[in-house]
């Protein structure tokens, strides 16, 4: 069955950066779009971006442009979410997915001070 | 943009659920899907390509619509289904959700 493993909760000061893992087992790996999605308290889902299936295109939401780097490492398949200069506002539980399809169980990531 | 109405629907069980999600331009191939979501929990996918249920979805839960305008129906209210209903756009990047409809006991 498709499983995609996150890591684990994170906190981290204001400027830093975080990078989150999600291991994904039970299916090809590489042929699947993987996304991330992000859930402030509270608040409603909101998508950040895309990598293809081979990992050389990415696509970003405009928000997030110049912060986020989204990869993937086939050798062991994992996708990756890197987001930098971590403000307050990006405290969220953070969710990998498999197309729209399938989800992580989700990375609490708290940003502060 | 996609605008989902109402905010809040209480009901209750038994009864009917409608849901709506209107999207500011047409949704490319209707890639229009429904997530449910539960406190403390991931959203799992309900509907894909507007209509399309996915496996292991009771029957109540349907989709329909084209182009802007879509509807989630559940046609007799179970305990489990009050939860968060999001709706997303998956036809063209960026892969807006909706603001999301609270589904209440009433």
């Known amino acids: 069955q498709v499983q995609l493993v996150q890591s684990g909760a994170e906190v981290k000061k204001p400027g830093a950066s975080v990078k989150i893992s999600c291991k994904a087992s039970?299916?090809?790996?590489?042929?699947?779009?993987m996304h991330w999605v992000r859930q402030a308290p509270g608040q409603g889902l909101e998508w950040m971006g895309v990598?293809?299936?081979?990992?050389?295109?990415?696509n970003y939401a405009q928000k997030f442009q110049g912060r986020v780097t989204i990869t993937r490492e086939t050798s062991t398949s994992t996708l990756y979410m890197e987001l930098s200069g971590l403000r307050s506002e990006d405290t969220a539980v953070y969710y990998c997915?498999?197309?729209?399809?399938?989800w992580g169980q989700g990375t609490l990531v708290t940003v502060s001070s | 943009v996609l605008t989902q109405s109402p905010g809040t629907l209480s009901l209750s069980p038994g009864e009917r659920a409608t849901l709506s999600c209107r999207a500011s331009?047409?949704?490319?191939?209707?890639?229009l899907a429904w997530h449910q979501q539960k406190p403390g929990q991931a959203p799992r996918l309900l509907i894909y390509?507007?209509?399309n249920t996915t496996t292991g979805i009771p029957d109540r839960f349907s989709g329909s619509g084209s182009g802007t305008d879509f509807t989630l129906t559940i046609s007799r209210l179970e305990p489990e289904d009050f939860a968060v209903y999001y709706c997303?756009?998956?036809?063209?990047?960026?892969?807006?959700f909706g603001q999301g409809t609270k589904l209440e006991i009433k």
């Open positions: 997915t498999r197309s729209i399809e399938y």
């Open positions: 039970g299916y090809t790996f590489t042929n699947f779009y």
């Open positions: 990598i293809t299936p081979s990992g050389d295109n990415t």
């Open positions: 331009q047409s949704v490319n191939n209707d890639y």
């Open positions: 390509g507007a209509s």
């Open positions: 997303q756009q998956y036809g063209s990047t960026p892969y807006a």
